[in-house]
């Protein structure tokens, strides 16, 4: 499955893709939530490239094993974490704390800033998608976002 989605999104053949999918499978385990932050982190650093000339995807599956991206995805969201404004990454680190979510007035009270403010500065964090707008609540993508927020 990950080969197939690769290949899509890559627009390549899954036999070229294969060896990327391993890679991919091996630091992520194959979770869903996790292979999709492992894909931004690589986009982020340049270990996946559009060659514009050749009209297609480029990578090197050894320069990814050995750059440094880590094998343990908390660490690996809590480093994406750090990329956040300060003022973000302290309302989602109030967040955590209140559990894995809040209301809107909840954060507004913990954090001090109206209702209307809060949702400005966990702006960047949705964009991340490290917490999603539920009605009038704010909740974390995923578990272990809210574990990462600790380390």
Request: one cysteine or more; glycine letters at 4%.
């Amino acid at each position: 499955d990950l080969e197939l989605l690769l290949a899509d999104a890559l627009q390549s053949e899954t036999e070229l893709v294969a060896p990327l999918a391993k890679l991919v499978h091996e630091k992520t385990e194959g979770n869903p939530f996790f292979v999709l932050q492992f894909l931004a982190t690589m986009d982020d650093e340049r270990l996946v490239a559009f060659d514009a000339v050749q009209g297609t995807w480029t990578w090197e599956p050894e320069r990814i094993r050995t750059k440094g991206i880590t094998a343990n995805v908390a660490e690996l969201v809590s480093s994406k974490l750090l990329r956040l404004p300060e003022v973000t990454l302290e309302t989602v680190k109030l967040l955590a704390c209140l559990g894995n979510g809040a209301s809107l007035s909840t954060l507004g009270i913990v954090t001090g800033k109206s209702k209307q403010q809060v949702p400005a500065i966990l702006w960047e964090a949705v964009q991340a998608r490290f917490v999603l707008r539920v009605d009038d609540a704010f909740v974390f993508a995923h578990d272990r976002i809210q574990e990462a927020v600790y380390l």
